[in-house]
C-alpha cells in the first residue's frame, strides 16, 4: 500500500477543489469535513503483490502471474486494515478522523496528485480535531447495529448464538 498526505490548505483544499464542487459544498451534510488539516488517500498496489509472488520463495502459491489468479485481492484488504490503523493511531494521539470514499473521483485525483498508474485508492482519512459541537452522526447511524444473534454464527450458519466465543486461558 502507499499513502498520499496532503497537509495544510493548500495541499487538502486542492483535493476537495477535485472532488466537492463549490456548488455543491452549500448542501454538503459535513460541512466541517474540507476544513481537516490534514488528509491521506490509501492506495492499494496489485503489482507490488504481483511481484512479491513471483519471486523463487512465493512462486508456488501461483499468484504471481495477474492479479486475477488471487481469489480475494490482498493488496484491498491490507489497504483497508492500514487505512484502519491510521484511523486507530489518530485517536490514540487524541485527533479525530474520518475514513471516506473518493465516490467516483478516484481517476481526477490521480491526475491531480501525479499518482503513477496501477495504484487504487481505497478512501481517504481526515485527520484533524473535532469540533466539540459536531457530533451529528451519520443518517446510517440510525438504523442501529443489527443484533449480535444475526452476525454471529457458532459452528453452523444459521444458528443464532449471542454468546461471544470462548478463548482458552
Known sequence: MEFLVLEGPEQTSAYWRVTLPE???DTFPWPRLPLAPALVVVYADAGRYL?????PDKASTELGGSDEDWPIPYWFIDAAFS????????????????FF????HERDISRRFDVPGG????????IGY?????????????RGRRE?????H????????????????
Open 101 to 104: 470514499g473518493l465516490f467516483g
Open 23 to 25: 456548488q455543491a459544498r
Open 119 to 126: 495504484q487504487r485508492a481505497i478512501g481517504a482519512v481526515a
Open 148 to 152: 449480535l444473534g444475526e452476525v454471529l
Open 83 to 98: 487505512a484502519m490503523a491510521l484511523q486507530l493511531l489518530a485517536v490514540d494521539e487524541g485527533l479525530g478522523c474520518c
Open 51 to 55: 511481484d512479491r509472488y513471483s519471486e
Open 154 to 169: 457458532r459452528g453452523h450458519w444459521g444458528i443464532p448464538d449471542v454468546r461471544l466465543p470462548e478463548v482458552g486461558r
Open 130 to 142: 473535532p469540533a466539540p459541537d459536531d457530533q451529528r452522526p451519520s443518517t446510517s447511524a440510525e
